[in-house]
């Protein structure tokens, strides 16, 4: 598998860094909490292996709908969008990454190296990059640019919105 290796380490940081705001990422969760070995299986499914902070975000939350979910790209283009949830490792076709990777990745609506973590309120996406140069990295994805692009692998309908998962999440900021 490509990706990023894991270790204790990188989840002690993560967790260190997070522990104090876990109260405040997220507001409710959709599915249940999954062990690491299911995490694995999703990850073989997959064919990637997943960056250790978004893996550590799983394991922790299993995605669900964030206290703070406004964005701002690091561009500032999407100032005004707002997250809507973070998607699960389950078989919930509404919040399922397994689903979600099928129809757009799966499908060729977006590369095949960057899974969908997220929706905003109007159907847009946030991609995590899964390999390549920008591996760890988190895009917006505007489906109402899709149909002006050729390529789905065309950066005019990917805005990158942090460098990192951990720095994405550190980002979100509570909408008015």
């Not at 860094?17 to 997220?26: E, L, S, V």
């Not at 100032?79 to 490792?89: G, M």
Request: glycine fraction near 10%.
């Amino acid at each position: 598998m490509k990706g990023h290796n894991r270790s204790g380490a990188d989840r002690r940081s993560f967790l260190d860094h997070t522990y104090n705001r876990k109260m405040t990422i997220i507001k409710k969760q959709f599915v249940p909490l999954v062990s690491n070995e299911v995490i694995d299986s999703f990850e073989k499914e997959l064919g990637y292996q997943l960056p250790t902070t978004y893996r550590n975000f799983l394991s922790e939350y299993n995605g669900g709908e964030p206290f703070n979910c406004g964005v701002i790209s690091s561009d500032g283009f999407y100032a005004d969008v707002s997250i809507r949830y973070f998607f699960s490792v389950s078989q919930d076709p509404t919040f399922g990454l397994a689903h979600k990777y099928a129809i757009y990745s799966g499908a060729g609506r977006t590369p095949r190296e960057m899974l969908p973590v997220g929706g905003d309120v109007g159907g847009n996406l946030v991609l995590l990059a899964l390999a390549g140069p920008q591996l760890g990295s988190v895009f917006f994805w505007d489906h109402d640019i899709e149909g002006l692009v050729d390529d789905p692998n065309s950066p005019r309908h990917l805005r990158i919105l942090a460098d990192t998962f951990d720095g994405f999440i550190a980002g979100l900021s509570p909408t008015t």
